[in-house]
């Protein structure tokens, strides 16, 4: 089944702010969005309105495939060691080859050390391992390069465009660049109330 991403004339209020109205996007197999603008005009609500995690307060929403979430809430539970709260998601997720996304985001050497230990850096990597482990079709990332060095960029930036030319979707909030070939554009500022 391929994977589809639509929204059509969203708009969010937080609040008593109203942060963007008349949004719409179309994302196909092979699609990647980067959703540019400063912090606080509503990147990451717009990231939780796809994810489902938040209602539009108008338009809609349709999606074909699984969704996966990468945002500051790092979903692993922090009192085990790296990789016992990786090991709960790869049962949950019917994970077959948790090793891959070990040795390409270079966790080995942490999987014996509590979650909450771990650098920002390597709590995303390992967010980002639970992402790969569970194969969702949509990818859905907020700030995914905040707490990275210019290597972990450089891997993350080859992960999502692997991920699309397998024919997923990537929907990349992100203040910063990202170096994504094909990437379209959205500057969220454009949708502003």
């Keep these: 089944m391929q994977a589809n991403l639509a929204a059509n004339d969203l708009a969010c209020r937080r609040g008593d702010r109203l ?5 719409s996007l179309q994302c196909g197999a092979g699609d990647a969005v980067h959703v540019a603008g400063p912090n606080g005009i509503g990147k990451s609500s717009l990231i ?5 995690l938040l209602r539009p307060f108008a338009g809609e929403i349709a999606r074909t495939g699984s969704v996966g979430l990468i945002d500051e809430r790092l979903a692993l539970d922090p009192n085990q060691p790296l990789g016992k709260a990786l090991d709960f998601w790869e ?7 948790p090793g891959r996304a070990l040795e390409i985001l270079q966790l080995h ?9 771990l650098s920002t850096g390597q709590k995303k990597r390992a967010a980002f391992a639970r992402l790969l482990n569970g194969a969702p079709r949509i990818w859905l990332l ?10 972990a960029a450089r891997s993350v930036e080859a992960l999502v465009a692997q991920h699309c ?5 990537a929907v990349v909030a992100s203040h910063q660049p990202m170096a994504l070939p094909g990437t379209h554009t959205l500057a969220i500022e454009d949708y502003a109330a």
């Design 19 to 23: 942060l963007f109205r008349g949004l």
């Design 48 to 52: 939780r309105i796809l994810a489902g």
């Design 91 to 97: 049962r949950l997720d019917g994970c077959g080859d």
């Design 109 to 117: 050497a942490l999987m014996d050390i509590p979650v909450r230990y």
């Design 142 to 151: 907020d700030e995914p390069l905040n707490g990275l060095d210019a290597q």
């Design 165 to 169: 030319d397998a024919g997923g979707i």
